[in-house]
């Protein structure tokens, strides 16, 4: 068991790769706080866990864009649990659009649910993390935190960002045993990608079956989705890392899209 006692907040984990995130934590021992927008999803999810883990699923209700709904999110975790190891900053929304038409209400809301909501969950976890001495924050990128794209100018600003953030936390973390990391992924059929491939198709003036071969997996290897088990794997282990030989690193889980 790599994570067990452990208590892993995840956010955004009512669905797709958060929840996958949940549940492969869940499997090594964790305690899980599944902590979403969404706040009946978030309770049915931890419900579901619950009755397979008894006690080690709870649901809080937070948008991750409000500071006060996160410092209230992270007391009441404090409140149950007493402790917090691991944070994933996994929320996020995709808009797609040319920048000349990019609402500026839609940029704001983009960098707010990015970097916002992960400066403010890392900001509310810290301080106990710290008091411990030890914890992970594992921030969710994306191959836009290393390459852009047509039509997402704020994800791509946004999943860049992620990439300073992550360092700084792993240089001030560092002397109090919290470490940093980013994941980040290629396309994964989650409700969030299934949402941009008619968008993409009608901007693009393309088929949905050519947004997905040519513009999601054209520069993949094997022309394979990256599947949410793929980046729970990657988020298992940044989360159980039992050194700091690996903070303030990015790792890219892409089927070979992006390479470095
Ligand atoms: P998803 O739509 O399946 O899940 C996102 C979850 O975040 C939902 O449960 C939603 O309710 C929650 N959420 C949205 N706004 C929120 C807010 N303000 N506060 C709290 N919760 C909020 O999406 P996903 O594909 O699982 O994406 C998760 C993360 O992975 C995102 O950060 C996304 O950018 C990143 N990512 C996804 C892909 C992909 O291809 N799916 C690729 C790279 C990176």
Not at 68 to 84: C, K, L, P, S, Y
Not at 240 to 246: D, R, V, Y
Request: charged share 20%; hydrophobic share 45%; glycine share 10%.
């Amino acid at each position: 068991m790599k994570l067990q006692d452990k208590v892993c907040i995840v956010t955004g984990s009512a669905s797709g790769i958060g929840l996958a995130i949940a549940r492969r934590y869940i499997s090594e021992g964790a305690r899980i706080v599944i902590a979403d927008l969404n706040k009946a999803a978030a309770e049915t999810t931890a419900a579901e866990l619950d009755a397979t883990y008894p006690g080690r699923a709870i649901a809080v209700a937070m948008d991750v864009t409000s500071e006060e709904e996160v410092n209230a999110g992270i007391a009441e975790v404090i409140a149950a649990w007493g402790r917090i190891d691991v944070l994933v900053s996994n929320a996020g929304v995709q808009i797609v659009n040319p920048i000349e038409h990019y609402a500026f209400a839609d940029w704001k809301k983009m960098l707010a649910i990015h970097l916002d909501g992960a400066f403010l969950t890392t900001r509310a976890c810290l301080p106990h993390m710290y008091a411990q001495g030890s914890g992970a924050i594992v921030l969710m990128g994306s191959v836009h935190s290393k390459e852009a794209s047509p039509l997402k100018s704020a994800y791509v600003t946004a999943k860049h960002g992620l990439l300073g953030l992550c360092r700084v936390i792993a240089k001030e973390g560092a002397a109090h045993g919290v470490r940093a990391n980013v994941i980040c992924p290629g396309f994964v059929r989650t409700p969030l990608v299934d949402k941009q491939i008619p968008e993409q198709a009608k901007e693009l003036g393309i088929s949905e079956e050519e947004v997905v071969r040519k513009v999601m997996l054209g520069q993949t290897v094997d022309g394979e989705f990256t599947t949410v088990e793929d980046v729970a794997e990657v988020a298992l282990l940044f989360a159980g890392f039992g050194s700091n030989a690996l903070t303030g690193q990015s790792l890219v889980v892409s089927h070979g899209w992006f390479m470095e």
